[in-house]
């Protein structure tokens, strides 16, 4: 199985933030079996990075790779959504 960048941009811990995190944890432990690699970055603290990679709303998730890179926005509740919008391959 390949190997899974992704990083998640959420605002402070809001419910909203709290659920994409959980929602994208979940998806990552069923669906890629530890393959992945997570890294949350919240944009109240850190905005130059999201300014950097041109994040306009939150939560975003951006899989860095395997390319290309995709974008999805929301708390990431639809998993099937989610793993079609990622163009992630579920075993």
Known sequence: MQHYVLRLF???HSARSERAIANLRE???NDLGGHYELTVVDVLERPAV???EKVAATPTLIKVLPEPIR????????????LVGLD???H
């Open 10 to 12: 959420v605002a402070g």
């Open 27 to 29: 998806i990552c432990e």
């Open 50 to 52: 999201a300014e950097q």
């Open 71 to 82: 974008r999805i926005i929301g708390d990431l509740s639809d998993r099937d959504q989610v």
């Open 88 to 90: 992630l391959e579920v």
